[in-house]
Structures are given as structure tokens and as C-alpha cells.
């Protein structure tokens, strides 16, 4: 089983939905993160976590929302999906105690909004 | 505003030829540096990471860290028709935690059979 684990794996939504991303990990890592890759423009921050009480605006946050429910769980929204919001998202996790901070990614989930 | 550039690519390679991958970053504070690989779809996969001066080896993979030049390369041995994907580079500060995880666009390298 992956250590980070994004569902669904795949979504096409309609304009103007609600529709959340969740990401669970079982690293036992404090830090947790949101990104989005477009082809050409790499992987941009969307918001991050170091615990369940931080929540910080990454890069790109407009548009998006997130909510930290428990150390493990890491969720994000689009509040009013829109088409330029489709692209390849991200979960990823980090271990504060991990004084090089490396990043450990999810499996992706790829978004397309019509 | 930190940024980290590499070469888009493609790089082509013959398979068993040494693949060289380079990659430059911005900002001088930077203490830890990563290569990542990326399959087509896939999320990206750690493969190297480096916070000194000079050589790491791992099997097949080098990194290469020169802090006064700011620059960072990852040479592939013996490459594998496997190794063809998206490389990233991403480099970060001591503490500044994964939000302070920099990214290249990557680099995409072709290991031809």
C-alpha cells in the first residue's frame, strides 16, 4: 500500500462544482502539502500544513481551499471548479524532523474540469 | 524568489551511454538538493539527494554538488531504455521545510534502445 494515498485517482467535473481532493498518509509525517503540475510550468505550492492547527497559503492558493482534519488527512477544494483548474494535483508529506525536509509525493490525481 | 532552472530537454541518450543531467538554483542559501524522477502521469519518485560539496553515488546515479557555482547535476550510468522519464530538480533550506521546496521545471531524458 502507498504511503500516501490520494483519492480518486481521476475526476471530471463540471464547471462551477464543489469537488474535493482528499490525501492520507501513514508516514507519521507532520507536514503536508498541495500541488498542481501543468505541463510546462513544473510543480507549483497550492497550500501547506505543519500541523493540524497551520494551514498556509502556498503559490497558487486562489481558487482553492483546504482543511487539515487530522495529522494523517489533508483535504482540498475547489469551491466553483473552473477549466483552467484542470491539471495533475498532488499530496505531499515531510517529517519536520527531517532536517533536509524531503518531500514524499502521492500517487496523483488528475483533475479535468468541462 | 528562489528559482531553479534545468534544461527542458529532451535529452537523448543511447542506452549504456552516461546520461548528464544539470540543473542551476538562485538562491545561495540553499542546503539540500534533490533529484526526483518523474514518469509520464506519475507522481514524482526521490532518487538522489545531496547537501555537500562533490560526488554521491548511488548505484547507477551521481549526484554532483558545487555550492560556489550554484549548480547541481545528476549523471545516470549504464542507462536504461527505464530511465527515459522527467527529471526534477528541487532544492530547499535547512528548516525551511518542504514549503520552502523549490522546483525546477525538469529535465526530460530519452534513453534510446
Known amino acids: 500500500d502507498a504511503d500516501v494515498t490520494q483519492t480518486p485517482r481521476n475526476r471530471i467535473t463540471k464547471t462551477g462544482k464543489r469537488i474535493m481532493l482528499e490525501c492520507s498518509q501513514t508516514?507519521?509525517?507532520?507536514?503536508m502539502y498541495w500541488y498542481r503540475q501543468d505541463p510546462g510550468l513544473g510543480l507549483r505550492l497550492i497550500y501547506y500544513?505543519?500541523?493540524?492547527?497551520?494551514?498556509n497559503k502556498g503559490e497558487i492558493s486562489d481558487g482553492y481551499s483546504v482543511s487539515r482534519q487530522a495529522q494523517a488527512k489533508f483535504s482540498l477544494s475547489l469551491e466553483s471548479a473552473i477549466p483552467n483548474q484542470t491539471a495533475l494535483y498532488f499530496c505531499?508529506?515531510?517529517?519536520?524532523?527531517?532536517?533536509?525536509?524531503?518531500?514524499?509525493f502521492g500517487q496523483g490525481t488528475r483533475l479535468t474540469v468541462v | 524568489q528562489k528559482e531553479v532552472e534545468q534544461n527542458s530537454g529532451p535529452l537523448s541518450v543511447p542506452e549504456g551511454a552516461i546520461a548528464s543531467l544539470n540543473c542551476t538554483y538562485s538562491d545561495r542559501v540553499s542546503q539540500s538538493f534533490f533529484w526526483y524522477r518523474q514518469y509520464s502521469g506519475k507522481s514524482p519518485e526521490l532518487i538522489m539527494s545531496i547537501y555537500s560539496n562533490g560526488d554521491k553515488e548511488d548505484g547507477r546515479f551521481t549526484a554532483q554538488l558545487n555550492k560556489a557555482s550554484q549548480y547541481v547535476s545528476l549523471l545516470i550510468r549504464d542507462s536504461q531504455p527505464s530511465d527515459s522519464a522527467t527529471y526534477l530538480c528541487?532544492?530547499?533550506?535547512w528548516g525551511g521545510g518542504a514549503d520552502g521546496l523549490t522546483f525546477g521545471k525538469g529535465t526530460h531524458l530519452i534513453i534510446q534502445p
Open positions: 505531499a508529506t515531510s517529517d519536520t524532523r527531517d532536517r533536509a525536509a524531503r518531500a514524499f
Open positions: 528541487a532544492v530547499n533550506d
Open positions: 500544513s505543519f500541523d493540524v492547527k497551520d494551514i
Open positions: 508516514k507519521g509525517h507532520d507536514r
